[in-house]
């Protein structure tokens, strides 16, 4: 039996400008998707699909192509998710229809799926990795997006990532390491509110970003990365937060649910939930709890350190 991993993904800079090519950091999350896999020869090509998060059997079906009486125990939005992608997938390798061979996965969702962590991209590197295709090119003829989470979900590490604006170009994509020196500082926190990503970039993209701004947001990105205090981060995050708010005409975060708040508070991805970014100060575990809000989490807590070995049992 074969094992794989995939870690979900932050977007700390570059939220809806990386579509339009700026430069973007994100980092790698502990908690990720696992995949195990075992093959076995069929008189077909099938394949036998399990996919949990904890208890919860999120989807067991059996996978014929072109037939109409595959075996599902459990239908839902995920059912639809992974049939489309494995349709695709045969688009992109047509040859698998001739290979004869049952493939038994088991995958486990090792985050909610309201964390926004990135469980559509790390299904989408898993089932690359799996079928032996392009996960970038898989992402573009799925879910579209900028490809971000699948480059943190292939690398496993810090990156700096630029999108390439034409499809058949793979995106740049620079590894870094990236521990701020005031990262134990840093807190995340979770608004308990699902957005759909694929609706917020159907938004962004109705109008246009101005050259202007996308290079602002990557001169931003590039201190960020290089910034060595909490202060300077802190300004960097809220100027970032105010071309942002300006070009999706939405309200910051701090502004709607933080308004006292000394501190800054940054959305990371798609504005309206999913997780924010924010300082730690006296007494900020009450404050957030006070208000609702008793999912946070420390640096050392969220992010994968690419120097730990992650064992997969």
Known sequence: M?????????????????LDGAAALAVPTKLGQKAYIDTQPSE???????????????????????????QTVH???????????LNQIIELKPDLLHSK????????????????LGSSSTLIVLAAQIFNVCPYRLNAITFKSSGYDVAVAIEKRA??????????????????????????????????LKKDSRQAIDRYNQSKSTQEDIEKISSITEKIKEAHSLEDFSALMIDHENIVAKRIEEIPVKQRLFPDLKVFVKSLGAWGGDFVLSQKFDGYQDYFSKLGFNTLYSWEEMVHDENQTRFIH
């Open 101 to 116: 061979t049952r493939y038994n996965v088991h995958t486990e969702l090792e985050f909610p799926a309201d964390y926004g």
């Open 159 to 192: 990156l700096l990532f630029k999108k390439k604006l034409t499809e058949v170009e793979d995106p740049s994509v620079k590894k870094i390491t990236y521990r701020p020196t005031f990262s134990s500082d840093l807190i995340f926190i979770h608004l308990n």
């Open 44 to 70: 077909r090509f099938e394949v036998r699909w399990k996919a949990t998060q904890g208890k919860n059997i999120l989807m067991d079906s059996i996978y014929i192509p072109r037939n109409t009486s595959s």
């Open 75 to 85: 239908t839902d939005s995920f059912s639809t998710r992974f049939e489309f992608i």
């Open 2 to 18: 074969n094992t794989l991993w995939a870690p979900g993904k932050l977007l700390l800079t570059g939220e809806y400008f990386v």
